[in-house]
């Protein structure tokens, strides 16, 4: 069975701190896609994994892909207020599959 | 851009009616998804078609049905609505092994 676990699910933390969001998966693949959704908005896709070692970084946001383990992580550097949502991570087969979503709130 | 458009944002519907969602892309996208939402859930694979009148099940698609009679269009029909269908629905669509584009989403509530 496809399965896509993130953890945490939901993240309370300070403005300026760092953090990471992991997103495990069940089943070999080489494609991760990391999205972005605001309350009562849609998803905005944000990164594109597709190899082994991938990493990707835009602002304070930087995924990573690791596909012997089977991991990719997105770090927060330095958290600001406007980071506040929740990120899903999906794996690729024939169908798209998503974890469950970290909401993550930064206090100011 | 890619543009995907639902029809309707918010949609209120009564118990046992037959309730169509419609979605367009613009992109000559040959997958399309159908998503719902719900708290606590995440997001839920409903159906999803690789090609014109071609559909495949999703993980929960009891109570629901699809239609693709054109590339650029892709139906989510409930047969009988009822209030545990009650949800954000969302589409999707993309070429083979590409990122997805989302719609806006439409949110659902039966009563």
């Known amino acids: 069975e496809l399965k896509v676990e993130q953890n945490p699910l939901f993240l309370s933390m300070q403005e300026g701190k760092n953090y990471t969001i992991y997103c495990n998966y069940s089943t070999t693949s080489d494609r991760l896609y990391w999205y972005r959704q605001d309350p009562g908005k849609s998803l905005e896709s944000l990164f594109v994994?597709?190899?082994?070692?991938a990493v990707k970084q835009e602002g304070r946001l930087m995924a990573s892909l690791d596909t012997k383990a089977r991991l990719s992580t997105l770090h927060i550097t330095a958290a600001v207020h406007d980071l506040s949502a929740t990120y899903f991570c999906?794996?690729?087969?024939?169908?798209?599959?998503f974890g469950k979503g970290t909401r993550l709130h930064i206090l100011p | 851009d890619v543009k995907v458009t639902q029809s309707s944002r918010y949609l209120v519907k009564r118990t046992g009616e037959k309730v169509f969602l419609e979605c367009v892309q613009d992109?000559?996208?040959?997958?399309m998804f159908w998503y719902r939402q719900d708290p606590g859930l995440g997001l839920r694979l409903i159906y999803f078609s690789y090609d014109v009148k071609m559909k495949e099940k999703g993980d929960i698609p009891e109570g629901y049905s699809v239609s693709r009679e054109k590339k650029e269009r892709f139906s989510l029909i409930l047969e009988s609505a009822s209030t545990n269908q009650t949800s954000m629905y969302l589409c999707?669509?993309?070429?083979?092994?590409?990122?997805?584009?989302f719609g806006q989403g439409t949110r659902l509530t039966v009563v």
């Open positions: 999707a669509s993309r070429l083979t092994f590409t990122e997805a584009f």
């Open positions: 999906a794996v690729y087969y024939d169908k798209i599959i």
């Open positions: 994994l597709l190899s082994n070692g």
């Open positions: 992109m000559d996208h040959e997958n």
